[in-house]
Each structure stands twice: as C-alpha cells, then as structure tokens.
C-alpha cells in the first residue's frame, strides 16, 4: 500500500543555521522558508535526486513539534512521509488495523499541496509517520 518516500522532516532549533549547514556544508538546493500555519510549522524543503528533506521549526503557541524539541533541543528526525495513492482508503486500512490516525482523522493540506494524515509514533516503532495522497 505504501508507496514512495516523500520525504524526511528534521525538527530543528533554528531554521536559518540549519538552511545554511544544508546549503553551504553540504551543498543542496535549499529554499525559502514557508510558514505553515494549518501545522504550526516553518518549514524549509531540500530536494535531493531521490526525495526531500524538511526542516520544521515551530510556529505559534501550539505547535505539534515544541514537545519534541523541548525533549530533543539539538534537534532530531522528527517524521518519515510515505506516499500512497489513496488516502481514505489507507487510512480506513490501518485504522481497521489498530493504528491511531492523529488529529481529527480527517486529511489536511500539506506543505505539497496535497492531502495528508499522520500516523502515532508508538504504533510504528517509534517513528511518527505521515500519509501523502500523490
Ligand atoms: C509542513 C506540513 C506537513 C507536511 O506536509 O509535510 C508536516 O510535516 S507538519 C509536521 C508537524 N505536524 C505533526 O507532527 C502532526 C502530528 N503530530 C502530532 O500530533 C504530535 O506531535 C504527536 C506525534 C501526537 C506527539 O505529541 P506531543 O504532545 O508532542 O507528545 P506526546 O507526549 O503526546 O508524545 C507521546 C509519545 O510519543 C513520542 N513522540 C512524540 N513525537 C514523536 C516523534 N516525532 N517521533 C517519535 N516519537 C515521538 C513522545 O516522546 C512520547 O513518548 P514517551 O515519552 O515514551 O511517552
Ligand atoms: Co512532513
């Protein structure tokens, strides 16, 4: 069911440092930071030859990655995204199967334009993992 990897989300203590290390260190195509605010993140994206890389800051007083940074203040990976072509469908599927859809169950919006959910940490290994509709 499962597709592609979409991407991999670093939550970072200071967005612009880690731009720089991305850009300036380690060579890659960076761009602008964008906010969020549907997800209380800044997020700067990091194309690569075979997926994209995000760095997350948070944004406003109830971001969904303050507590993480709060126990991981250097910063940490933070999400793997998978692509799936069907996001209802996945979701009705592992929902059927145990796992907790986070938020209200219903997809957003995400950074790429198109719909996503996210899926508990404690049900898959310790790994928060988002859903994108491609
Ligand atoms: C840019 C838009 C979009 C995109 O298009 O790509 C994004 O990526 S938005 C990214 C930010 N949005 C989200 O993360 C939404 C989903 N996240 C959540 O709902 C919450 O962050 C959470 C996963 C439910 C965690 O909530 P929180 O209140 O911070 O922590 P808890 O205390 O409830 O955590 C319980 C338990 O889980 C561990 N945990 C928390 N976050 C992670 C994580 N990212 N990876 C692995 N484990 C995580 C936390 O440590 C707790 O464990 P114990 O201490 O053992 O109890
Ligand atoms: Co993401």
Do not use: W
Request: proline share 7%; hydrophobic share 40%; with cysteine.
């Amino acid at each position: 069911m499962i597709g592609k990897l979409n991407h991999v989300a670093i939550a970072v203590p200071d967005l612009e440092a880690a731009s720089a290390t991305y850009r300036d260190t380690l060579g890659a195509e960076v761009s602008a930071p964008l906010d969020q605010p549907d997800h209380g993140v800044t997020v700067v994206f990091i194309t690569l030859p075979n997926t994209k890389m995000e760095l997350l800051h948070p944004l406003g007083e109830k971001s969904p990655i303050q507590g993480f940074l709060d126990k991981n203040p250097a910063g940490g990976i933070h999400h793997v995204c998978y692509e799936v072509e069907d996001i209802l469908a996945a979701r009705d599927r592992l929902k059927a199967q145990g796992l907790r859809v986070l938020g209200d169950g219903n997809p957003k919006i995400g950074a790429h334009g198109k719909p996503v959910l996210f899926l508990h940490p404690k049900d898959l290994y310790g790994t928060l993992v988002e859903l994108e509709q491609v």
